[in-house]
């Protein structure tokens, strides 16, 4: 895993979000902006969080050699969320709503994570980003709102990054996986953000259909974009599979000697 271009990349994205300003006040109808700033602060919520038992987790691979700088890579990938909690809430603000301290998909959310191990716990925040990709997306093309629109879009950006840094990380270790255990791991995962797109959905219906999107046409999109991840995942697998040099030093004279993926 190429860890230098994230921590390269998370470094050089780290001051963008505390410079955008939302300066005009907003005019959303009410029939809009309640339901939104209720589901934008729960999006917020999501957000936010230390990180503190993710960072434990990476510490699992740091010994591994192609995950050299993970750890490093997982702080500042922890910082670009906490960053996106910064800009949600002063959005928040902006569209005069309430944070929330709790709430229960987040609570659930919170605890399905740290349940198994750094794979699963990966898995779990990659489920959610596939979510937030339809969700900013939805609202950047559907919010007649210069904020929500600036916001979501420098999240999408981001989000799209985070979805290719969970990519990078995930095909490195399912490459390791025997074919059983590769489709036992995409059985599961697909049943996960099946489900996990439909609590999402329902959690936020009242946000949905105040901007013409039906709980179908979410949980559609969703699926849609799970697809397009695990069809990108599968070739990434697949090229590690037919790359079996880079992990094979052959010396003259001497066996190969296999090196930790
Ligand atoms: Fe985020
Ligand atoms: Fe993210």
Known sequence: MNTS??????????????????????????????????????FQLGE??????????AREVAPLENFRGYQRAIDLFVCEEQAHARLLGRLVDHLKGSLLQKQWT????????????LEFAIQVLLTAELVAEVYYGSLYLRVPDAAVKAACR??????????????????ERVATFTPVGRYLW??????????????????????????????????????ESQERFQAR????????DAAPSAFEVAEPGRSKVQVPR
């Not at 987040?106 to 191990?117: A, C, H, K, M, P």
């Open 233 to 240: 995942l599968d070739e990434r697998v697949q090229n590690l």
């Open 186 to 223: 995409r059985c599961q995962f697909q049943v996960i953000h099946a489900l996990t797109t439909r609590v999402v959905a329902w959690d936020h219906r009242q946000c949905l259909k105040a901007l013409g999107m039906s709980f179908s046409g979410f949980v559609q999109r969703c699926r």
């Open 5 to 42: 271009f994230w921590i390269h990349h998370f470094q050089t994205n780290a001051a963008v979000h505390d410079q955008l300003l939302f300066e005009e006040p907003s005019s959303l109808p009410e029939s809009i902006r309640e339901p939104l700033v209720h589901s934008l602060a729960i």
């Open 106 to 117: 987040n609570s659930i959310f919170r605890r399905l994570r740290f349940l198994v191990n």
């Open 48 to 57: 936010s969080g230390g990180g503190t038992r993710l960072r434990r987790y």
């Open 154 to 171: 420098q999240i999408l950006r981001d989000e799209m990054k985070h979805l290719e840094f969970q990519r990078q990380f995930l095909a």
